[in-house]
């Protein structure tokens, strides 16, 4: 057969016979077989183009798409339609849709009680802003101030009183829980009903809590404080016999000695301090104080010292008493010593400057009675006496302030008062324990055994904003109301009593503190309404305080306007007896010994006591030495971390007696060797979305009793333990050991800097090194009418960060998180630099608020595809968010990395879209767009207030001036650093500050033509070499 | 390029139309949005308080 | 292709298709036109209230209702409680004022539907407008000849432009008074 088929295929090949293989020639009849089929076998076996069709052929698939697109597009609502607009019904009269209103108020932030204004629109707060009457703040307001608004629209404040049933809480209503806490209360019989507080500043509430013991007579008031200057009022009344430490007239020194002190920083009363310390900072008047800054940690203090002295916390003592020795030495004090302590011996010891010693002591012997010596309030007893020694003998007792003082309405209660309440509940002698809006299971240390003790007794009440770790152990959970919606009064200062009103309703069901208390006082829980303590209040105030004023005019009008300025001033005597009581100078162990590290807990620069944990915009505000965000960390020197194999982001564990913490590391140039610096405030727990698990809870490390201070202990033990935590950072650190990378910002001309001595010498000198003026491609657009600038001084600018979170506020930025930061996707438009040049151990810092510097010539401005960023013709850089498509090549041509791009819609991305809550809209500005996904953000130079002083010059028929317009930046910088205006007006006062003969561009040599001008920082040292 | 058009019977065009035409409005009708919307949940009540003295509003000052 | 089918694309399907395109494209121009800038959308209105009564035939003034026109960025539709300052005794057994009492008793909100309305990343200001001496009617047209309202202009950002731009065209009689209006972007778009 197959011969057959041979013979066929040879007789029937077409002429030419092409064949591919022998098989083929020679008809193999697989060979053939295969031909007819295009694939191998197996290859298309499952292939059947009849098998998985369905019943829908290709052209009524197309009919069916065609018809559904149609029927979408058609079904789609009315596209004319804009929704509808709802007037008021009964317009509230004080409100002009548009037009912001402004109530005087108290911020109840910190204990230093600073006047505020609060902006609301259309009956919402939406910005605050410092009161520029009040005498204390003068119009400037704290990062933490502004920041507090979010606490007011936090979405998970608690919403109703809650009951703890079977460790479950449920929600219940006002008249149960009265009812029940009542009955408590009346049957106490014997035993003592606790309130715990933070420290009282208000008369009115201490008279209600004296109201309230007269009703429970066995009631007590425990009230503290985490960080407090109560070994400083104590040390004063030892040395001087009656009063509270004195405020000090920082403009008037000359040369400041700061111990340990962050008298700029986390210390209170810094809005005050920062503003009078810049006074005499100041490149007009040609004013130049001189700060020494003796510390173990880098703080902000230590930033803007002239001359810093790292100094481990223990040889403070001795470091004092040093001083005072070399100076009886040389002749300039005179008084009987029974100490003497060799300076120079403990400089070597411990590896100070000695030049510095000899600088520091030459300039206290020179300026005597214009110099203050200040001690922090962290260092023991014993250093405050010596300290206040030595300014009484240098005659700088001129410097304390007679015309006002710190008073205390109510004394704080110590960590002894707190273990007898504990011992008492042990024993069932305590019928009740009220936290009046206070943590002390966070706070109180925890030898003192609170947290046991109270987890296991029944009735605990706790009255608060948001839940936290007192509120989980507590049965019942009352929310009271967010200092924005309470009536209230402040005495902190003599001659000032400080008015808080409400701005808005209740926007939960919660009720004030002191109106709860009223009602418990009554005995009735029907008896609360809305105005209880404002009955309260203005009867306390027409019975006690009215009298006292003394004014003829009626008591409502008096109350009137009492609320109108947000506090009433007087004068009050204060006792100025300063006589020194010599007696109380007896010094023992002057010398201080250690056999491990030194631990110093310090207050946390944005989250204060850890109250502010639950505020994103606060715990995104980079540290101001470190930038890093979102954690605390244990700051350890450079050589420390070197001798114990650490890098940054270590994890360790630091031991203080039994108590250990797992913390990671950061190596903090400056810091003193085997010295721990660990901020306080951070490890919440059960306190909200934001603030849980944030951090590392070093209160765990506190201790009733201290080998050195509550806040400093000594004979700590570190040890390196398996494991990274990496730490978020805005800015890194610049190597030290790179010669390519060392003090790269000033030979890139980022940062200008002088000494005050070569400027007094030659005071163009800043010009002659740096101005380098360029042609350009382009032709000069000539700026006819008002054009926008803005100047820093960087000798005021102290790197504090208020700036960054009132423009936070003031542009509706949003909260990133710390993944987002770990990528450098934090969205602040203004930030500020921090450069170290100089050793690892003894650095300068420079610090430089950045944000856009609306360049004429801008290299953003060139490369939009889409023309998203234009140049408008009063000086500004653009941005219409509307049309930006994202392509980003804006922010890759900017040389100052100022612009933002949105990667994410962070209110919906962060935290599982906990921006997107309903009440945080409220808080948003509605003069400034909301961006989303997508669109580039940056510095706008508060366009929209500019926009605002432009129609209000047109309703009243002139044109706008420079002075019309205050950015966000500048109305918040407690030193009055930023100026900003119009350039063209040789009238204003910004125009001196442009033209500055120490003002100079970052950057100049790119040549674009930046609108913000810094003005030279000046070291006021000995040198005229930096 | 196929040149035979089939027709399609008046009677039944007119009822595709129809049809077509009343689902589309009854289509619009739909509240889609409402059962994606938690009304209740947003509920919060702006009020300023009465009690409360407000700063006047000085022309010059910079808002 | 033989010839006859040629004949036929050419003489009869192209032409058709040129003119189906053309005709779409003008179709949906002009049908789309009102969304684009929203001229001759004339909505009812939750209660008939005639600018024809109120502003033309009893000259009410613009500002006595749009009161912080003048003041803020926003005109302001006015209060129920403005209209229940004549309302509360004029003409009260009428049916659309029980209607608006209604209303005002019992604290509903009244949904006038919107008519005017500028994108919300355009940040109008009425007061630089109405300070400057132009007019309500300019860009409202006359209102108070309208029964119910609807709008008479385009509101695309090219017709503000175009009038920023023509300044002293379109208000020859306040010449001294104003300038050309802002053309760069920031005067609108923050």
Not at chain 1, 684 to 711: C, H, M, Q
Not at chain 1, 741 to 754: A, N
Not at chain 2, 24 to 32: A, G, R, V
Not at chain 3, 14 to 26: C, G, M, Y
């Amino acid at each position: 057969m197959s011969e057959n088929l041979e013979k066929q295929s040879l007789d029937n090949n077409p002429d030419p016979n092409y064949w591919r293989s022998f098989k083929e020639l020679y008809n193999d009849k697989e060979t053939i077989e295969k031909k007819f089929h295009e694939f191998e076998k197996g290859v298309t076996d499952e292939f059947d183009p009849n098998e998985n069709l369905s019943g829908l052929s290709r052209r009524k698939f197309l009919a069916l798409l065609g018809a559904s697109a149609a029927f979408a597009g058609v079904a789609c609502t009315d596209y004319r339609d804009k929704g509808e607009i709802i007037p008021y019904n009964i317009k509230p009269e004080e409100i002009t849709l548009g037009k912001p209103n402004f109530y005087a108020s108290t911020c109840t932030g910190c204990n230093s009680n600073c006047g505020i204004l609060i902006k609301t629109r259309e009956g919402r707060p939406i910005k605050i802003d410092g009161n520029p009457d009040h005498p204390v703040n003068q119009g400037k307001i704290c990062s933490k101030g502004q920041a507090s608004i979010l606490n007011l629209y936090d979405p998970e404040r608690i919403k109703s009183p809650l009951r703890k049933n079977y460790n479950v809480f449920s929600e219940t209503d006002w008249k149960s829980v009265d009812d029940d806490i009542i009955n408590v209360l009346t049957n106490s019989g014997s035993k003592e009903i606790a309130l715990v507080t933070h420290k009282i500043n208000s008369p009115t509430t201490l008279k209600l809590l004296n109201d309230f013991k007269n009703e429970y007579p066995n009631t007590k008031i425990y009230s503290y404080e985490l960080f407090n200057d109560s070994i400083r009022n104590s040390a004063w009344l030892k040395s001087y016999g009656s009063g509270n430490f004195p405020l000090i007239n920082w403009n008037e020194a000359e040369v400041i000695l700061a111990l340990e002190s962050d008298f700029l920083g986390a210390d209170e009363n810094r809005i005050e301090n920062s503003r009078l310390f810049a006074q005499s900072r100041d490149v007009d008047s040609k004013k130049f104080n001189r700060l020494y800054v003796a510390e173990s940690g880098m703080t902000l203090t230590g930033i803007n010292a002239d001359y810093r002295l790292s100094i481990r916390p223990e040889h403070q003592l001795e470091f004092v008493l040093g001083l005072i020795s070399e100076l009886k030495k040389k002749g300039v004090v005179q008084i009987p010593l029974d100490f003497n302590v060799n300076i120079y011996d403990l400089a070597k010891k411990n590896n100070l400057d000695s030049k510095k010693v000899d600088y520091l002591i030459n300039d206290l012997s020179a300026k005597k009675g214009k110099s203050i010596i200040y001690a922090g309030n962290s260092l023991p007893e014993d250093v405050h006496i010596a300290v206040n020694l030595l300014n009484e003998i240098l005659g700088n007792s001129k410097l304390y302030r007679k015309d006002s003082a710190s008073v205390d309405v109510l004394p704080i209660s110590n960590y002894k008062d707190f273990e007898e309440l504990v011992n008492k509940i042990k024993n069932n002698q305590v019928a009740a324990v009220i936290h009046l809006n206070s943590n002390p299971v966070y706070h109180l240390p925890e030898d003192i055994g609170y947290k046991e003790v109270l987890s296991k007794f029944e009735n605990v009440f706790s009255l608060s904003e948001t839940m936290s770790e007192s509120c989980q152990i507590s049965k019942f959970i009352l929310p009271i109301n967010h200092n924005f919606e309470s009536w209230g009064d402040y005495k902190t200062r003599t001659g000032i009593i400080s008015l808080s009103q409400p701005v808005i309703m209740p926007l939960h069901n919660s009720r004030q503190l002191e109106s709860i208390l009223l009602t418990w006082i009554k005995k009735d829980s029907q008896s609360y309404s809305d105005t209880i303590y404002h009955d309260y209040l203005k009867t306390n105030w027409q019975e006690n305080i009215y009298p006292k004023y003394s004014t003829s005019i009626s008591f409502d009008k008096f109350w009137y306007s009492a609320l109108h300025n947000g506090f009433i001033s007087f004068t009050e005597n204060i006792d100025s007896n300063l006589n020194f009581n010599y007696g109380a100078v007896k010094f023992e162990n002057i010398q201080s010994s250690n056999s491990g590290f030194t631990l110093v807990l310090k207050e946390s620069y944005s989250l204060g006591d850890g109250r502010y944990a639950n505020n994103g915009w606060l715990q995104e505000l980079p540290h101001p030495v470190s930038k890093i965000t979102w954690d605390n960390y244990a700051a350890i020197s450079h050589s420390t971390a070197k001798s114990l194999g650490l890098k940054d982001n270590d994890l360790i564990e630091v031991q203080v007696a039994e108590r250990k913490l797992r913390i990671p590391v950061f190596v903090q140039a400056g810091n003193t060797d085997n010295t721990v610096v660990i901020e306080l405030g951070y490890g919440r727990e059960y306190s909200g979305i934001v603030a849980t698990g944030v951090g590392f809870n070093a209160n765990k490390l506190l201790s009733k009793n201290s080998d050195y201070s509550p806040w400093i202990y000594k004979n700590v033990k570190i040890s390196k333990i398996q494991g990274k935590y990496i730490l978020a950072s805005t800015q890194e650190h610049h190597s030290f050991d790179i010669p390519r990378e060392q003090d790269l910002h000033l030979k890139r001309h980022i940062v200008v800097e002088g000494t005050v001595s070569e400027y007094l010498r030659n005071p163009a000198f800043i010009k002659d090194k740096h101005q380098i003026e360029h042609e350009s491609v382009y032709t000069p657009f000539e700026y006819k009418e008002v054009k926008w600038g803005m100047s820093i001084d960087l000798n005021k600018c102290l790197g504090c960060g208020d700036c960054v979170v009132a423009c936070n506020v003031e542009n509706n930025v949003p909260v990133v998180g710390k993944d987002q930061v770990l990528k450098s996707r934090e969205m602040q438009w203004l930030r500020i630099d921090r450069y170290y040049s100089g050793s690892p151990d003894d650095p300068k810092i420079s610090t430089q608020p950045m944000l856009c510097q609306h360049c004429d010539l801008a290299p953003c401005e060139n490369v939009c595809p889409v023309v998203a960023t234009t140049h408008s013709p009063d000086g500004l850089n653009q941005m219409t968010y509307n049309r930006c498509v994202g392509t980003r090549y804006c922010s890759n041509n900017c040389p100052y990395k100022v612009r933002r791009f949105n990667f994410f819609n962070y209110r919906d991305h962060f935290r599982n879209g906990y921006q997107e809550n309903p009440v945080f809209a409220l808080l948003n500005n509605p003069e400034v767009t909301v961006r989303s996904r997508g669109v580039m953000e940056k510095c706008t130079f508060c366009v929209q207030r500019i926009s605002d002083a432009r129609s209000e010059a047109i309703r009243q028929g002139r044109k706008v001036k420079g002075s019309d317009v205050k950015t966000a930046c500048q109305d918040a910088c407690p030193t009055s650093a930023i100026k900003f205006g119009d350039i063209n007006n040789p009238e204003e006062e910004f125009y001196k500050y442009r033209n500055h003969e120490l003002g100079y561009y970052s950057l100049s040599e790119l040549n674009i033509k930046p609108n913000v001008t810094y003005i030279a920082k000046l070291r006021n040292i000995h040198s005229e070499e930096l | 390029m196929n040149f035979n058009f089939e027709k399609i019977k008046r009677s039944k065009f007119l009822n595709y139309t129809l049809l077509t035409g009343s689902a589309i409005l009854l289509y619009k009708k739909i509240p889609f949005l409402k059962s994606v919307s938690n009304i209740s949940a947003d509920k919060i009540i702006i009020k300023s308080n009465p009690l409360s003295v407000p700063r006047e509003n000085s022309g010059e000052k910079n808002v | 292709m033989n010839a006859s089918k040629l004949d036929f694309l050419l003489r009869s399907k192209l032409p058709l298709i040129v003119f189906v395109i053309i005709a779409s494209f003008t179709l949906t121009y002009f049908v789309s036109r009102p969304e684009r800038d929203g001229v001759g959308y004339t909505p009812d209105q939750p209660i008939q209230f005639s600018h024809l009564l109120h502003s033309g035939q009893m000259q009410i003034d613009c500002k006595y209702c749009h009161i912080s026109v003048d003041k803020t960025r926003y005109a302001t539709v006015p209060s129920v409680s403005t209209c229940m300052n004549c309302h509360s005794i004029a003409r009260k057994d009428r049916p659309q004022i029980i209607k608006l009492t209604e209303y005002y008793n019992n604290n509903i909100p009244l949904p006038w539907k919107r008519i005017h309305k500028v994108p919300e990343y355009a940040y109008f200001n009425h007061s630089v407008h109405v300070n400057k001496g132009i007019e309500c009617s300019s860009c409202h047209g006359p209102v108070e000849q309208m029964e119910k309202v609807g709008q008479l202009n385009s509101f695309t950002m090219g017709s503000c432009l175009s009038c920023h731009r023509e300044a002293h065209d379109r208000f020859p009689e306040l010449k001294n008074q104003i300038n050309k209006g802002p053309e760069y972007c920031s005067a609108c778009h923050r």
